[in-house]
């Protein structure tokens, strides 16, 4: 029931930004972790910022001071700003968010977002 729509991804050239968002819906609580994965053909998914209900964030190395990731947290949303794109970023985007209750943990994944980064 519960859904994470993406959007924002395209094609941009290196140096462009892009903005993506993921917006919820059929929850009635705050996620505790919100953020971004990424993935290419032949390669682990692999995490790249997220961000929790207070606001402490985490970014994959390779792009810190580049992306900056937020969160409505009333309305459940969360974007990624990605400034300064190369054309390393290529890949499917993922919106992603886990909820605790009651010891356990649920697991909610979007469809995915193309970022192509190409001249």
């Known amino acids: 029931q519960v859904q994470l729509v993406e959007s924002g991804g395209g094609w941009v050239q290196p140096g462009e930004s892009l903005r993506l968002s993921c917006v919820s819906s059929?929850?009635?609580?705050?996620?505790?972790?919100m953020g971004w994965y990424r993935q290419t053909p032949g390669k682990e998914r692999e995490l790249v910022a997220d961000?929790?209900?207070?606001?402490?964030?985490k970014y994959v190395d390779s792009v810190k001071g580049r992306f900056t990731v937020s969160r409505d947290r009333i309305r459940n949303t969360v974007y990624l700003q990605m400034n300064s794109l190369k054309p390393e970023d290529t890949a499917a985007y993922f919106c992603?968010?886990?909820?605790?209750?009651?010891?356990?943990?649920?697991?909610?994944w979007g469809q995915g977002t193309q970022v192509t980064v190409s001249s």
């Open positions: 059929g929850s009635r609580h705050r996620f505790n972790l």
């Open positions: 961000i929790d209900t207070s606001g402490v964030t």
């Open positions: 992603h968010a886990s909820l605790n209750i009651a010891g356990n943990t649920g697991h909610y």
